[in-house]
């Protein structure tokens, strides 16, 4: 397995800011991904965000809104643009090796948003 | 489209009852993974289990079971003598074979009481 770091772990924002959060992996992976917990919900797949390109978003979900970057095989980052307090969610980071038969899927520890 | 369904919210049990948490799930694909994760109050999300669709052999780590069955597509899972550290949401989860994106399920709240 890898171990994955998030940061912030906690943050809380105010409305129409942006925050960008931290993903990195102690090991190369093929697939990265994020997603969404909202409070006392299950979790929901923002997109998986892609090495050298542009990521691939779930329906629901746009670019403009939660711009992602992964510029190696280690690290990718998930902007929460012009914040409502409808995105007072957990956020995790999500990581995946599809090499042999290693398919686990392991997941960071999560940042908690707050926005007022 | 692939679905995964927790039908039970939420689970109460005593400490050392045996307690089982279902899950059914929709796919159209032949090569799948099914997954288990705990994920206690303190938020991570722990790897419990995972089985790819053609071993339906039934596994057993300690105290916890998991049951698959394709036949009626589900995945159930089984804690042994509960006890309190066991208290967490557990979720079950489906994944393509190679895509690598998780469809969760709902959850299941499990409390176990002293």
């Known amino acids: 397995s890898a171990v994955i770091s998030q940061k912030p772990s906690r943050d809380i924002c105010q409305r129409g800011t942006s925050l960008t959060i931290q993903c990195q992996v102690d090991?190369?992976?093929?697939?990265m991904f994020w997603y969404r917990q909202q409070p006392g919900q299950s979790l929901t797949l923002i997109a998986t965000?892609?090495?050298?390109?542009?990521?691939?978003?779930e329906s629901g979900f746009v670019i403009d809104k939660f711009p992602i970057s992964r510029p190696n095989l280690t690290f990718s980052t998930l902007t929460v643009s012009n914040m409502s307090p409808e995105d007072s969610s957990i956020y995790l980071c999500?990581?995946?090796?599809?090499?042999?038969?290693?398919?686990?899927?392991?997941f960071g520890p999560g940042t908690r948003l707050t926005v007022l | 489209a692939q679905k995964v369904t927790q039908a039970q919210t939420e689970i109460s049990v005593v400490e050392k009852e045996d307690v089982t948490l279902d899950c059914v799930y929709e796919t159209r694909d032949t090569t799948y993974y099914l997954f288990w994760y705990k994920q206690p109050p303190s938020g991570e999300l722990v790897f419990l289990i995972r089985r790819n669709s053609f071993d339906e052999q039934n596994e057993i780590s300690g105290r916890y079971s998991w049951n698959f069955q394709k036949s009626t597509s589900s995945f159930n899972f089984t804690i042994t003598a509960s006890q309190v550290v066991d208290s967490a949401v557990y979720f079950c989860a489906l994944s393509e074979a190679a895509g690598g994106k998780l469809i969760f399920g709902q959850g299941t709240e499990l409390s176990v009481k002293p």
């Open positions: 965000a892609n090495q050298g390109s542009e990521a691939t978003y």
């Open positions: 999500s990581a995946r090796r599809l090499a042999g038969v290693d398919n686990e899927q392991f």
């Open positions: 090991s190369q992976v093929t697939m």
